[in-house]
């Protein structure tokens, strides 16, 4: 959360989030680019996009917000690859909700999505599952601080072992769910 959340999606959301106040699409979509370039792990870069892919999916069932109507096109015309951070903050943006609010519960879904994945994967018991995510309110809180906090230059920074781990991680041989 704090390395790679922080420094890639939750600024990215911040940045998306300033472009659209600023009615810069120009910037949210360059956005879309630098998250998906550096995400050096093929399948984490795969799943990314097809998070985003379903986010906005959602989002289209659910709102008539031009923007995501303009990204899903552009993601077809391959101009651009979708992201789940920019989606999300797209809506959060429509909706009125402030760009920290959007920020922190962007870092909170992430994190439920993450536990609910490991609970699946690993002996994790639904409670203990819950418990974590409770403890984590703070962390999610002190991470959206830091957010606010970085400038643009602080974009991507991200501990190199997690992204060779992520590599390594494409060649398991078994798998218990796509990951």
């Given amino acids: ?37 550096q995400n050096l792990a093929r399948e984490s870069r795969d799943g990314t996009q097809r998070m985003g892919d379903r ?8 709102y008539k917000i031009p923007v995501t109507s303009q990204y899903r096109r552009r993601i077809k015309e391959k101009q651009s690859f979708g992201h789940s951070a920019l989606a999300f903050t797209i809506v959060g943006y429509h909706l009125h909700v402030d760009k920290e609010t959007t920020i922190l519960y962007y870092l909170y879904s992430t994190i439920t999505a993450l536990v609910q994945n490991a ?54 041989n078994i798998r218990i769910f796509m990951s």
């Avoid at 986010?55 to 659910?62: A, K, S, V, W």
């Avoid at 418990?131 to 601080?145: G, N, P, R, S």
Wanted: aromatic share 6%.
């Fill in 55 to 62: 986010m906005l999916n959602i989002t289209e069932e659910l």
């Fill in 119 to 172: 609970v699946r994967a690993i002996p994790l018991g639904q409670t203990t599952g819950q418990q974590i995510i409770h403890e984590f309110q703070k962390e999610l809180v002190v991470a959206t601080d830091k957010v606010m906090q970085l400038k643009k230059i602080n974009f991507g920074i991200v501990s190199p072992g997690l992204e060779l781990s992520q590599m390594k991680h494409e060649r398991v």
């Fill in 1 to 37: 959360m704090h390395e790679q959340l922080v420094y890639s999606d939750g600024l990215a959301s911040r940045l998306a989030y300033e472009a659209l106040v600023e009615d810069d699409l120009d910037k949210v979509w360059e956005l879309d680019r630098l998250l998906t370039v």
